[in-house]
T-cell receptor, first 115, second 114 residues
Framework: AQKVTQAQTEISVVEKEDVTLDCVYETRDTTYYLFWYKQPPSGELVFLIRRNSFDEQNEISGRYSWNFQKSTSSFNFTITASQVVDSAVYFC????????????FGQGTELSVKP | GAGVSQTPSNKVTEKGKYVELRCDPISGHTALYWYRQSLGQGPEFLIYFQGTGAADDSGLPNDRFFAVRPEGSVSTLKIQRTERGDSAVYLC????????????FGPGTRLTVL
């Protein structure tokens, strides 16, 4: 069965610190996609990244970077030089080809960046 | 262009009542998803549509929940005989294609059942 685990419920850092949010997933499929979404206090989920199971290349987008390792079934997200505006709940999600695109979300990690 | 919109933004009802929640997807998006998010949890899948038909309704918790998308655009989630446990934020998302495409989420409808 498919499952996404985000073991860190809450993380608190001081501005300019680097922070890594962990995501571990379970799936029997060989073809799947992984996602990260941000949910700021306003509530609306914002797409950050999509990665398919055949592409283990790490990705960097500005201060954000993602590390995908199939060997450990992990898809971790790092924010470099965190800012107060990064404060939000971050969700990792899994979508399997055979499941029509529905997203299986983790429990989320609440990140608090203090000035 | 406009994003996904949901109405109402808040709905308070009494136990046993019937409610309808509406979702307007992004124009041209063929896939539409409903999720439910309880406090402190990640969204949980309810149902998705490809066009007018419900392609997967395996996430609907019981037969009190029903959703339609009659013209392949706007969708309505209907809950009969509401219970206090139905209280949650109901999220709608749409995507251009079904498979593995980015889903754009609406702001949600916060349902409170008293």
């Amino acid at each position: 069965a498919q499952k996404v685990t985000q073991a860190q419920t809450e993380i608190s850092v001081v501005e300019k610190e680097d922070v890594t949010l962990d995501c571990v997933y379970e799936t029997r499929d060989t073809t799947y996609y992984l996602f990260w979404y941000k949910q700021p206090p306003s509530g609306e989920l914002v797409f950050l990244i999509r990665r398919n199971s055949f592409d283990e290349q790490n990705e960097i987008s500005g201060r954000y970077s993602w590390n995908f390792q199939k060997s450990t079934s992990s898809f971790n997200f790092t924010i470099t030089a965190s800012q107060v505006v990064d404060s939000a709940v971050y969700f990792c999600a899994l979508s399997e080809v055979n499941q029509g695109g529905k997203l299986i979300f983790g429990q989320g990690t609440e990140l608090s960046v203090k000035p | 262009g406009a994003g996904v919109s949901q109405t109402p933004s808040n709905k308070v009802t009494e136990k046993g009542k019937y409610v309808e929640l509406r979702c307007d997807p992004i124009s041209g998006h063929t896939a539409l998803y409903w999720y439910r998010q309880s406090l402190g949890q990640g969204p949980e899948f309810l149902i998705y549509f490809q066009g007018t038909g419900a392609a997967d309704d395996s996430g609907l918790p019981n037969d009190r929940f029903f959703a339609v998308r009659p013209e392949g655009s706007v969708s309505t989630l209907k809950i009969q005989r509401t219970e206090r446990g139905d209280s949650a934020v109901y999220l709608c998302a749409s995507s251009a294609k079904v498979f593995l495409d980015e889903q754009f989420f609406g702001p949600g409808t916060r349902l409170t059942v008293l």
